[in-house]
């Protein structure tokens, strides 16, 4: 490892990962790449969970635990990817680390994560408000923007394509049903919430097929959800028999998402990036649609909408269309070009620069 890092002529790029979902968006991108060397670090991921994932088995993969111990060796790298970039409490703890990196002078590049938005689930929705006390509109803190499509009101972006996206995949009928979620946005309200709940186990309890429920790594957290959902359990009891959570199932954890999609039958879904995944496995999906997300869920150019149990009843699963319109293939050329203007490390490693490093609180 030290060896490697004073190998000059590889170039070396920082990142952090929201979490472990972030591994599928970044795998191709350091895939694609084998000349450069990635240093992945993120708080809510462990280097147990990093060892798991597929990206380990990349050469130029590399993963940073501990940043008390890293933290002086951050002006070897010449860019600072990150997921989160936004000026807003939940992305607080890169932002420390963003502002670390702009006082090296080297430059911090934002990779898109939200399907409608830059990092943040609320980005959209008139209700932001309700979210995490942050009552303003939020801005980069990043030099230059990744995105997977053209954004309005955006110039220094580069659109690179959706990263997991390098070819097509084939489409064959799958034995199970897929639920996937993120009802724990607080943009929702508790009666959406609810209704969802809701609508998603009474259609179960009516089907003859299996579920596999994938809930974001958020809404397992959040008591809210899971009390609801627990409350709506006694109601219908049969709905636990058909259905397997991803998080309480060791062989399930596995599987990448698109492993998931890939190999179910058809996805029931919330707004989420996942459905970029859905459209690329060319899966039958149908969309969680309320008042809170009317504003993102119309902005998809073909779906199948629910906003309760009965629109799932009715719902011709066999002859849905879905379709984002936003879905474009992953170039790794943008990548390459973007990577090749920015790169800038910090190479005097003089007293200021040693301060700043050493200066540097996470929290």
């Not at 998603?200 to 959902?229: D, Y």
Request: glycine share 4%.
């Amino acid at each position: 490892m030290l060896k490697d890092i004073q190998e000059p002529q590889r170039r070396k790029i920082f990142c952090y990962l929201n979490g472990l979902h972030h591994f599928d968006l970044f795998y191709n991108i350091l895939y694609n790449n084998p000349s450069m060397d990635f240093y992945l670090h993120s708080q809510c991921i462990s280097e147990d969970e990093y060892r798991k994932s597929k990206i380990y088995g990349l050469d130029n993969s590399f993963f940073v635990s501990n940043m008390d111990i890293f933290k002086y060796k951050l002006n070897i790298f010449g860019v600072f990817i990150t997921t989160d970039a936004q000026s807003a409490s939940v992305h607080g703890y890169s932002l420390a680390l963003i502002n670390v990196f702009k006082q090296l002078s080297i430059p911090v590049i934002e990779l898109q994560h939200g399907l409608f938005q830059l990092g943040l689930h609320y980005f959209d929705c008139p209700q932001k408000e309700l979210v995490h006390g942050d009552s303003f509109a939020t801005k980069s803190w990043a030099d230059h923007i990744l995105t997977y499509y053209r954004i309005d009101n955006y110039d220094n972006i580069s659109v690179i394509g959706y990263p997991p996206y390098t070819q097509d995949i084939k489409s064959y009928d799958g034995e199970y049903g897929l639920i996937l979620s993120n009802m724990h946005w607080g943009t929702y309200s508790a009666e959406e919430r609810y209704n969802f709940y809701k609508s998603i186990l009474q259609f179960v309890e009516n089907s003859n097929k299996t579920f596999i429920w994938k809930m974001h790594h958020g809404e397992v957290r959040n008591s809210l959800c899971q009390k609801m959902l627990s409350d709506l359990f006694v109601i219908f009891p049969e709905a636990l028999n058909k259905i397997i959570f991803f998080h309480q199932n060791n062989m399930l954890q596995k599987n990448s998402i698109t492993d998931l999609i890939k190999k179910s039958d058809f996805v029931i879904s919330t707004v989420s990036t996942v459905l970029l995944d859905c459209e690329m496995c060319h899966k039958k999906t149908m969309v969680f649609g309320c008042k809170t997300n009317e504003c993102l869920t119309k902005k998809l150019k073909q779906a199948y909408i629910f906003k309760n149990y009965e629109d799932l009843r009715r719902c011709d699963i066999k002859n849905v269309k879905f379709e984002t319109g936003l879905l474009k293939k992953y170039d790794n050329k943008v990548f390459v070009d973007c990577v090749n203007r920015f790169y800038s490390p910090n190479t005097s490693y003089d007293q200021d620069s040693l301060n700043i490093m050493l200066n540097y609180n996470k929290e």
